[in-house]
């Protein structure tokens, strides 16, 4: 029978939580984002209650977790610059940390059953083997990882302690928009890749650099496990049938499995937009491991999970159309006014 309880997302008005928040639309669920808008857009919630307001703020957390009767919580609000958090760690310390501990508080209080929780590949560090499964040793190199890290142990000891069961995601590189045209990455001043790079080919910047040219790989550019956001959201509403099926609690790491190069995503951003892009060659930059491809075969295995999209050009294809689209909504500068 169809569960018509509602599911509490946080940081649904942001660019993965929406898109699996259109999705639990689709299936038919009730849903509740909580997002405080710092980064997220009230546009980009297309289905369901918006509560603006912090997921650290547990008086407001409780009241929803009780108003709405909310058995299940998928908890995607976080900050995600892997930079900044170098640079001031206690805000990723204080927003992804801290903030889960109080979710997970007033989870535990109004007897939340199930949490699906956002995580990153960035918990593995450098690993050893370029190829990794969730069993390798986990050893963050820097702020944001830890962070996630810290919130995956607070779920094990939780779950271990209460009735609560969860499923950790450990995302790879989250790339691409909705195949629809209707969300996509919004952020001002994106750093990652394969949106530098579409910015580039939409004329919003003049070019982009490659950081590091002489790392051990074929090329001797990074390379990375890009996985369409549509793919990566399917895995979510995957994971909540599995825990309301009475699936155990898991860690699974999302990513197709293999990887591109920095130059090939680059070239095939050029071919797709027939644009050639300006693109400087720079240093490395600190704290890039040279090749990190997920072993996705638990996913598979364990929710059936199996990408429609693992296609580098259909992830540049969907993020190209909606950079143009982005250009026209201009959610940014509605933010602000401008
Ligand atoms: C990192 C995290 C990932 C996190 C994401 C969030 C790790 C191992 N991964 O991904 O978990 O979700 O940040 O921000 O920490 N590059 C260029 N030029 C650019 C931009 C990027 O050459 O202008 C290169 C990078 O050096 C890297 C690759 O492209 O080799 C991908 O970079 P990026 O898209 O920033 O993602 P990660 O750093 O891999």
Known sequence: MKNTSAVLVTGGAGYIGSHVVKQLGRAGRRVVVLDNLSTGFRQAVRHGEL?????????????????????????FA?????????????????????????LLECCAAAGVRHFIFSSTAA?????????????????????????????????????????LRYVALRY???AGA???????????????????????ATG???????????????????????????DLARAHLQALDYLEGGGASIVLNCGYGHGYSVREVLDTVQRVSGRSLAIREADRRAGDPPALTADSRRIRHVLGWQPRHDDLAFIVRTALEWERRLAVLDWAGQRHGV
């Open 51 to 75: 509560v603006v307001g912090n997921t650290g703020d547990m008086a407001l957390v409780e009241d929803l977790l009780h108003k709405h009767g909310i058995q299940t919580v998928l908890h």
């Open 78 to 102: 976080a900050h995600i610059v892997v930079p900044e958090s170098v640079s001031d760690p206690l805000k990723y310390y204080r927003n992804n940390t801290c903030s889960t501990r109080n």
């Open 123 to 163: 918990v593995y560090g450098i690993p050893e083997n370029t190829f990794i499964d969730e069993d390798a040793p986990t050893s963050p190199i820097n702020p944001y990882g830890l962070s996630k890290l810290m919130s995956e142990w607070m779920l094990r000891d939780l779950a271990a302690a209460s009735d």
């Open 172 to 174: 790879f590189n989250v």
């Open 178 to 200: 909705d195949p629809e045209g209707e969300l996509g990455q919004a952020t001002p001043e994106a750093t990652h890749l394969i949106k530098v790079a579409c910015e580039a």
């Open 204 to 230: 919003k910047r003049s070019g982009l650099a490659i950081f590091g040219t002489d790392y051990p790989t074929p090329d001797g550019t990074c390379i990375r496990d890009y996985i369409h956001v549509d």
